[in-house]
C-alpha cells in the first residue's frame, strides 16, 4: 500500500488549516495557498509536523500543477 498524499488548496486559512491537520495524520500534506487570506501562523504547527506550504494562486493553473 502506498503512503497518501493529499494537496490542499486554500489550507492556510481557518477551515483548509483544520482540514491540513486531520489529514496530516493520514500521510504527507501540501498545502498550496497564496495566503491572501489565510495566514502561515495558522499553519504553523502543520509545518512542524512536515507539511510543506506551496505559495500560490488556485487560478494559475500552471503554478497548482507544479
Sequence with gaps: ???RRTLVVGGAGFI????VERWL???AVTIFDDLSVGRESFVAGA???GARLDRGD???LDALAR
Excluded at 16 to 19: A, D, N, Q
Design 58 to 60: 488556485a487560478g494559475d
Design 1 to 3: 500500500m502506498s503512503a
Design 47 to 49: 509545518l512542524a509536523r
Design 25 to 27: 495524520d493520514r500521510g
Design 16 to 19: 483548509g488549516s483544520h482540514l
